[in-house]
């Protein structure tokens, strides 16, 4: 469970919900924080037409960190279309944890069909305590 920095680190779990019916809609139990590997998902396309979708994460940590955060951008054939930033605070050394954030869509009219999308879409995610990088994680997205 040793990340680059020595910080143990490793997600346990990850789903996807339609933010507005609380559904679940994809669910992994891949450690998808281990870097150097590309993991894949296959998500229902209908998830584009989600207004907001839901993410949750469960990660356990050997350390404490006084200000983990997640930063992820969406590549599109390895062009940033959208990043984000999610803060999570305080982690307690040798605990589990659950992080639920809302990540609202792009307006309709800016979404890409899902055959456009499927296999050409890579989420990167970097794990952070304060400024010190603790993971890396690369996704790449077929829609199904």
């Given at each position: 469970m040793a990340a680059a920095d020595g910080v143990g680190f490793k997600l346990n779990s990850m789903n996807l919900r339609d933010a507005d019916t609380g559904k679940i809609l994809w669910q992994d139990s891949e450690d998808m924080s281990i870097p150097d590997l590309e993991h894949e998902a296959r998500v229902p396309k209908r998830i584009l037409k989600c207004k907001a979708v839901s993410r949750e994460i469960n990660f356990s940590s050997d350390r404490e960190m006084a200000k983990f955060r997640l930063e992820q951008q969406v590549l599109?054939?390895?062009?940033?279309?959208e990043e984000w930033h999610f803060e999570f605070g305080f982690v307690m050394p040798g605990s589990t944890n659950s992080w639920q954030s809302v990540i609202e869509a792009a307006p309709e009219?800016?979404?890409?069909?899902?055959?456009?999308?499927?296999?050409?879409?890579?989420?990167?995610?970097?794990?952070?305590?304060?400024?010190t990088l603790i993971s890396t994680s690369k996704v790449r997205i077929f829609y199904v």
């Open positions: 599109f054939k390895g062009k940033c279309l009219s800016q979404m890409m069909p899902a055959n456009v999308l499927t296999g050409n879409v890579v989420i990167e995610t970097r794990f952070f305590d304060d400024e």
